[in-house]
Nanobody, 116 residues
């Protein structure tokens, strides 16, 4: 089991930026993958971005070019830099960490609100 805690959410205006952080109880280098999902009100949870153990990244088409996922092994922290935010980015954002054969742990989520 891996504990994850998100921070950095909040309310911003359209076009502004936010950086989400996700601090883990396990060394990020031990995790087979990490990433961010989001869930808007009344919608299903969707993948936003992820980073593999080797460092490759993958993004949903709706955020590609605006968001960047990264990690700091020394701080056991995953980041999501979100630029040029749009109202449709409004959601609760959840980080996850993948470990072992099929294991996955989730943070509790953090709200992001973008006003037009």
């Amino acid at each position: 089991q891996v504990d994850l805690v998100e921070s950095g959410g909040g309310s911003v205006q359209s076009g502004e930026s936010l950086r989400l952080s996700c601090t883990t109880s396990e060394r990020v280098s031990y995790l087979t993958g990490m990433g961010w999902y989001r869930q808007a009100s009344g919608k299903e949870r969707e993948l936003v971005a992820r980073i593999g153990q080797a460092g490759y990244t993958e993004y949903d088409a709706s955020v590609k070019g605006r968001f960047a996922v990264s990690r700091d092994a020394a701080k056991n922290t995953l980041y999501l830099q979100m630029n040029s935010l749009k109202p449709e980015d409004t959601a609760s954002y959840f980080c996850y960490g993948a470990w072992g054969p099929g294991g996955r742990s989730w943070g509790e989520g953090i709200p992001v609100t973008v006003s037009s």
